[in-house]
């Protein structure tokens, strides 16, 4: 398997603009997980879903961060409108139960 | 509301010798615990984890000790090579919240020959 795959890896983008982050969890797992990472506050869970539908999105820091799972095999973090204080590695994971298993992020900057 | 803490933001070991890792919790409501290893511009990688019915759990050169009394839990590796140098990150979850899981600040451990 080639485990948790997310795109972009790096992403720049001017402020105001929406950002779209995608990821692939593993085939089988029903969780699916959207972190961030900051200096400030590490790690620090947004969202997660289990089977495809939310279950706590009390990370979600605004209303200007939406995610979505339309299906078992994909999810999608977006920033509509962005803003510097957005700029951070998104992580996605995935678990089928216990551990969840990380991709390799995506570097947001906003500018 | 720093649920999970590493007190300890840097580690230096000698090759070969133990490198323990410790961390901190304050809900007595977590029951799993994990231990994560994270390589700079790569995610995190799980490395073992354990259950509150357990008091240690071992894979390989990894071991992970838990005290529930005094919420407190520690990774042992040894013995200790170069390509362990990594930052390292505690997590835990509560069952009644499962796969939320909180991490600590991690712990950068280095490595030396």
């Known amino acids: 398997d080639a485990g948790v795959i997310q795109s972009p890896r790096h992403e720049v983008t001017e402020m105001g603009q929406e950002v779209t982050l995608r990821c692939k969890p593993i085939s089988g797992h029903n969780s699916l997980f959207w972190y961030r990472q900051t200096m400030m506050r590490g790690l620090e869970l947004l969202i997660y879903?289990?089977?495809?539908?939310?279950?706590?999105d009390s990370g979600m820091p605004e209303d200007r961060f939406s995610a979505k799972m339309p299906n078992a095999s994909f999810s999608t973090l977006k920033i509509q409108p962005s803003e510097p204080r957005d700029s951070a590695v998104y992580f996605c994971?995935?678990?089928?139960?216990?551990?969840?298993?990380f991709g390799q992020g995506t570097r947001l900057t906003v500018v | 509301d720093q649920q999970v803490k590493q007190n300890s933001p840097s580690l230096s070991v000698q090759e070969g010798r133990i490198s323990i890792l410790n961390c901190d919790y304050t809900?007595?409501?977590?029951?799993?615990f994990l231990w994560y290893k994270k390589y700079p511009a790569e995610g995190p990688t799980f490395l073992i984890s354990?259950?509150?019915?357990?008091d240690k759990n071992e894979d390989g050169r990894f071991t992970v000790f838990l005290n529930k009394s005094a919420k407190h839990l520690s990774l042992h590796i040894v013995p200790s090579q170069p390509g362990d140098s990594a930052v390292y990150f505690c997590a835990a979850s509560a069952l009644n919240s499962w796969g939320k899981l909180q991490f600590g600040a991690g712990t950068q451990v280095v490595v030396t020959p």
């Open positions: 809900n007595s409501m977590f029951d799993y």
């Open positions: 879903f289990n089977n495809n539908v939310p279950i706590d």
């Open positions: 994971a995935s678990s089928s139960q216990g551990a969840a298993f």
């Open positions: 354990i259950s509150s019915i357990k």
